[in-house]
């Protein structure tokens, strides 16, 4: 079920998962002190119930340290960790969870438990990375894909990205999406291959081949997030200055505006790998605690 309004805030996405049933997320490889400080912090804003598969005892040992409640948490001992993330897949698969979470594993690993044909999440989409960003002086949440997952995304493996954040940015409320491709000028040259791509892109979603989003490309970083910049350069679009979702060409620019939006911009951030069955919260060590947060509520909103 979509919300009844656009969600504009984490408060926003913290307070539409306080008002839906609980969800349970499933822990790969739970044994980390990051991630059961984030399984407290969760639990305490009642904002999933959690399954914690991995090696029980160090679960347990680490827990008593940061004086974690494990009450009506549930266990599964698994000591290996990539059966555990074989084992909490399944419990995404099978219905007994709704969202998949990242514990003290290689992200490789998971994602190949997430993509096993027996037991995975297979939709048939490529799966990639969504940022979604609370930013100082912006008046709506912003998106940024692909900054973690496929390096130089094909043509096609670009369509599946915006696919991907565009179902996230329905259950945010936003519909239709609107995306702007990203290349470093705003007019088609062919000796710049990303402007090519995103006029393709454009025309894709034009032909419907790219569902519930208003595409748009190529867009400077500018001119897809200011009115003001987009009416400077004399650009007519319905999405340039009010872009909801930002498409960079490659990993390199999507890694490196994430964390310029983060460190220098001062944001808050939240993020999921997207294009399996269901949703996978991926966070880092160097993430915030309140990125970890985020990242479940938005998880388990989507989930």
């Known amino acids: 079920m979509l919300p009844e309004k656009t969600l ?5 996405i913290v307070n539409a998962v306080k008002g839906k049933p609980p969800k349970r997320v499933a822990v790969a490889a739970a044994q980390d002190d990051a991630v ?19 090696d ?13 409640n494990l009450d009506e948490v549930a266990l599964v001992h698994e000591p290996d960790d990539r059966m555990a993330a074989y084992r909490a897949v399944a419990l995404v698969s099978s219905g007994q969870a709704d969202v998949l979470m990242k514990g003290l594993i290689n992200t490789a690993d998971l994602l190949r438990a997430v993509l096993d044909k027996d037991v995975g999440l297979r939709t048939g989409r490529v799966l990639s990375h969504t940022a979604v960003f609370e930013l100082p002086g912006f008046e709506r949440l912003l998106m940024v894909t692909d900054g973690g997952m496929n390096i130089a995304p094909t043509l096609q493996q670009k369509a599946d990205i915006i696919q991907n954040s565009v179902l996230l940015a329905q259950v945010l409320g936003i519909n239709p999406a609107k995306v702007a491709v990203l290349a470093a000028v705003e007019v088609i040259n062919p ?29 400077a970083l500018d001119n897809a997030i200011c009115p003001e910049a ?18 960079t ?28 069955a269901k949703p996978v919260i991926v966070t880092s060590r160097a993430d915030s605690f309140e990125a970890k947060i985020m990242s479940i509520a938005l998880g388990v909103l989507l989930g």
């Open 8 to 12: 504009k805030s984490f408060e926003d």
């Open 36 to 54: 059961l400080e984030a399984v407290r912090g969760a639990r305490e804003q009642q904002l999933a119930e959690f399954t914690l598969v991995g």
């Open 249 to 276: 060409p490659d990993i390199e620019a999507g890694n490196i505006l994430g964390k310029s939006l983060v460190y220098m911009a001062k944001g808050k951030i939240a993020g999921l790998v997207l294009g399996a």
């Open 191 to 219: 000796d710049m291959p990303p402007t090519l791509e995103a006029a393709a892109l454009t025309q894709m979603a034009n032909r419907g081949q790219i569902r519930g989003a208003i595409v748009d490309g190529p867009l």
């Open 230 to 247: 987009a009416r400077h350069k004399g650009i007519t679009s319905p999405v340039a200055g009010v872009a909801d979702i930002l498409v």
């Open 56 to 68: 029980i005892d160090k679960i347990k040992t680490i827990a008593a340290n940061l004086d974690v």
